[in-house]
C-alpha cells in the first residue's frame, strides 16, 4: 500500500471515529486551511460557487496548490 493510501485510509478510519479535524486532514497549520475555507465562502458569496481558479486568484496561490487542498476539504467533508 503506497504512502497516500495509507493516509487515505488513517483518515477515513478517522472520520468514522469522528477524530478527524481540519488541521490532520490538510496536514498543515490551522491557519491555512482556514483561509482556503474563508476564500472559498466569500467567492461562492459573489458567484454562489467557487472554481478553483478562483480560489487561487483570491489567495494568490498556484491552481495546483488549490486544487491539492481542494482534495483534501473535501476527504474531510468540508467542501464538496
Given at each position: 500500500?503506497s504512502?497516500r493510501?495509507?493516509?487515505g485510509?488513517?483518515n477515513?478510519q ?6 478527524v ?13 482556514e483561509?482556503?475555507i474563508?476564500?472559498?465562502d ?5 458567484k454562489?460557487?467557487?472554481?478553483v481558479r478562483?480560489?487561487?486568484r ?6 495546483p496548490?488549490v486544487?491539492e487542498?481542494f482534495?483534501?476539504l ?7
Amino acid at each position: 500500500m503506497s504512502a497516500r493510501n495509507r493516509k487515505g485510509a488513517a483518515n477515513a478510519q478517522r472520520r468514522a471515529a469522528g477524530k478527524v479535524g481540519p488541521p490532520d486532514v490538510a496536514g498543515v497549520g490551522t491557519v491555512r486551511w482556514e483561509h482556503y475555507i474563508e476564500a472559498i465562502d466569500e467567492v461562492s458569496r459573489r458567484k454562489s460557487y467557487a472554481k478553483v481558479r478562483d480560489v487561487s486568484r483570491a489567495l494568490g496561490v498556484r491552481l495546483p496548490t488549490v486544487s491539492e487542498m481542494f482534495s483534501k476539504l473535501s476527504e474531510a467533508g468540508l467542501v464538496n
